[in-house]
């Protein structure tokens, strides 16, 4: 009880830190890919549209992010069960391969020899750079059509009780559908192509961010509903341990008064 109370105030303390981190950059990440999306609808072939290529699918890259470390009730088995129903259903008839973010699932899917890489030691320095290495290889192999589609598998953070699977599409960009309702009349400067090269690159890596963040301050928040669990069933437990003790020593204590009373008639008579 004492153990899990512990974990649970260590986890507490690292939700606070992660959970700002997360609400501070989803304005700004929702904003950039509302902005990509729109612009998207714009591209044309000979406008740098190398992300937004629509090819036939056979081979699928699914990017599963979990933590290095369990005692997180289901928050990483929700993820394993996921992707492996996009694998068997969704995807079942591609060539499907994994990039784990996070020990747990290069665990699981390692097995399949499928685990193009493991990123697990990211969470050592979970920086905005070091998640930009991982976006610019993801795009990288899309371009050389390696991979003809990508999708990110994470845990959306909610509150520190609830998590919400997400599986987004991060390649090929998809376009937002033109509304009548919305003005897409925009003036690019310096040019729609030099926008384009800098922004969609910059708009991937901050949506991968996003999601291992999102996935960081998640883990902290099932860790720390998980360690309150235990240690109200250790609470529990504990009480349910003294009235047992207690009982027994009270029957240990009148078998024996008995046993001196019955000596001392047995004496008397």
Do not use: C, W
């Not at 629509?54 to 069960?81: C, D, H, P, Y």
């Not at 559908?177 to 925009?186: A, F, R």
Request: proline share 2%; charged share 25%.
């Amino acid at each position: 009880m004492q153990i899990t109370s512990a974990m649970k105030m260590v986890s507490a303390a690292k939700l606070k830190k992660a959970q700002d981190a997360i609400t501070a950059m989803r304005p700004y990440s929702n904003k950039l890919t509302e902005l990509l999306q729109s612009l998207s609808a714009t591209l044309d072939a000979d406008s740098g549209s190398k992300y937004s290529a629509q090819r036939e699918v056979k081979n699928v890259l699914i990017v599963a992010v979990t933590s290095n470390r369990g005692l997180a009730g289901a928050f990483n088995s929700n993820i394993i069960k996921q992707v492996t129903k996009l694998t068997n259903e969704t995807y079942a008839t591609k060539d499907v391969s994994y990039l784990a973010i996070g020990k747990k699932a290069n665990d699981a899917f390692n097995k399949t020899n499928k685990v193009i890489a493991n990123k697990s030691d990211l969470y050592d320095d979970l920086t905005f750079d070091n998640v930009s290495e991982i976006a610019e290889m993801l795009m990288e192999k899309f371009v050389s059509g390696e991979f003809d589609k990508i999708e990110i598998v994470y845990n959306h953070f909610r509150n520190a009780a609830t998590q919400i699977i997400m599986t987004e599409q991060f390649l090929p960009i998809v376009p937002v559908e033109n509304d009548t309702n919305v003005n897409l009349d925009y003036v690019f400067e310096p040019s729609k192509l030099e926008i384009v090269e800098e922004l969609i690159p910059k708009s991937l890596k901050t949506q991968l961010y996003k999601g291992i963040r999102d996935s960081f301050a998640s883990e902290h928040g099932a860790r720390m509903t998980a360690m309150h669990k235990a240690t109200d069933n250790a609470t529990e437990l504990r009480d349910q341990l003294k009235l047992t003790y207690n009982k027994a020593r009270q029957a240990a204590i009148t078998n024996e008064i008995l046993e001196i009373v019955g000596g001392a008639e047995a004496l008397n008579n």
